[in-house]
């Protein structure tokens, strides 16, 4: 909840990642050129690196403004598990990051020319993918607490491991776009993901997160 | 231990090699000459993933353990899995040039194991980026233990990114080498050997580079240093 409040008093910072978002799918078509059927093409991996990358841009302040005032050491020392506060944080993290992407994809499927049911497909792959995203990432953001550079460190630890979400969240919505109904076997693939990284990442996050700050 | 398996590396390499080249056929279905590539490639390919296991293995050994030497012999392994993982990406391409037109492809096995070279710079680029050499090897191990679970993941996904029809695009592998003449099969894995043996060789010197760094300010390692100096 701390989170959330700090947030929305600096509500930029939210802003920022939207916006980074909405530039980068913006970029694509002018680089790749206008035309309708290599946009469809291209459209569900733009917008899956693209919400990649604006997660992770988002990650380095995870733990840090909690790191250097020294909260993270207090929250270190309650009796709760840490894994839940780290949850808790992760959450609050993706309220923030993730969630503005899912509302965020129609426009994307306005860019690219997209169907209208592969734009629902996308809300909905985001909806299970971008948890994944915050959760795996937070590993690598307690990892790289503090560190001179971590930011490009951290994309160099995250990043191959983001691969799979992405792999299956860009072929729901392609295979969407092609028509196909049967999308059933690719959201039981990515909730699987967000089941096992809701279990594993928290007690990973909170083990690097003891090693970073002792 | 080193000059041992520093001599069993030469000799098995020279043996391996030398049979491959020497006493098996000169071509094999339409590829030439250039399937003799497999000598290195594979032993490079499989080096590659079993130092990546024995790297978490010892990382986790170090953070259940706390000893500090698991710590470094998986640091010290890092580097080596890393140039097994290039060898084996490099001669593939070589390879792939050869016999399949083509230097890269975006074929499973290639993928990953570019992905694993990936895994091997994020696990060094941390160790380096983290000056307390604690902190440094266990953040490292964590990471490399995060890495174990999701290779399997990564690997699976790129085999099968359609859930309905998962068919795998490589040529597959046979157990016991399937139609493969005996004799190519000997000399690889004679040569995976060589390689093993040379991992061990590599590892075991950079570890002991490792720990002369690390206990730099003890006793023991200064006594070393003159009775070094006396023997000049």
New interface residues.
């Given amino acids: 909840m701390r989170d959330l409040t700090l947030a929305m008093r600096r509500r930029t910072d939210v802003l920022t990642t939207l916006f980074f978002f909405i530039i980068v799918v913006s970029l694509f078509p002018l680089g790749a050129g206008t035309e309708k059927i290599i946009l469809q093409k291209i459209a569900p991996g733009v917008a899956w690196v693209a919400a990649l990358l604006a997660s992770m841009l988002a990650l380095e302040r995870l733990f840090a403004s909690d790191f250097a005032d020294g909260t993270l050491e207090q929250m270190l020392l309650t009796p709760q598990p840490m894994f839940i506060l780290v949850l808790g944080k992760v959450f609050a993290h993706w309220l923030l990051t993730g969630l503005p992407l899912v509302f965020i994809a129609p426009l994307v499927g306005l860019q690219y020319y997209l169907p209208n049911e592969a734009v629902g497909t996308m809300m909905l792959a985001l909806l299970i993918g971008t948890p994944v995203l915050s959760l795996v990432g937070a ?1 690598g953001a307690a ?2 607490l503090g ?3 971590g930011g490009i ?1 951290l994309s ?2 995250i ?3 983001y ?2 979400i992405m ?2 969240g860009a ?1 729901v919505v392609s ?1 969407s776009a092609m028509g196909t109904t ?1 999308l059933q ?2 959201f ?2 990515l909730s699987g ?1 967000l089941i096992l990284a809701l279990v ?1 990442s928290p007690i ?1 996050t909170a ?2 997160l003891r ?2 700050v ?1 | 231990m080193i000059p041992f398996f520093g001599w069993l590396t030469a000799i098995l390499a020279i043996g391996g090699l030398y049979w491959g080249f020497f006493e098996t056929p000169d071509t094999l279905s339409d590829q030439k000459q250039y399937y003799r590539i497999i000598y290195i490639h594979v032993g490079a390919a499989w080096m590659s993933m079993w130092l990546y296991i024995m790297m978490a293995a010892w990382a986790l050994a170090g953070l259940v353990f706390q000893t500090r030497l698991s710590f470094m012999i998986a640091s010290a392994i890092a580097p080596t899995g890393a140039i097994a993982t290039f060898l084996a990406l490099w001669t593939g391409a070589f390879w792939g040039k050869t016999s399949w037109g083509t230097w890269w492809d975006w074929d499973p096995r290639m993928t990953s194991e570019l ?1 694993l070279l ?2 091997y ?2 696990y060094m ?2 160790q380096s ?2 000056d307390d050499p604690r ?1 440094a090897d ?2 490292a191990a ?2 490399a ?3 174990l ?2 290779v399997p ?2 690997f699976w ?2 085999n099968c ?4 029809e998962c068919a795998a695009l490589h040529q597959t592998s046979k157990p016991g080498g399937g139609n493969m003449d005996p004799n190519i099969l000997i000399a690889m894995l004679v040569v995976a050997l060589a390689f093993w043996m040379y991992a061990f060789v590599a590892i075991l010197m950079r570890v002991r580079n490792i720990i002369l760094e690390r206990e730099r300010h003890t006793t023991w390692v200064n006594e070393l240093n003159k009775l070094l100096e006396e023997n000049k």
């Fill in positions: 590993i990892l790289t560190l001179r550079g460190l160099l630890l990043l191959p491991l691969i799979p792999i299956y072929g295979a049967d076997a690719y039981s693939i993901f594993l990973a083990a690097a090693i970073s002792e | 992905i990936f895994l710079m994020g680029a941390l980026a983290i902190r266990r953040a964590l990471l233990l995060v890495g679970v999701c993941i990564i996904s790129i990114p359609n859930p309905n």
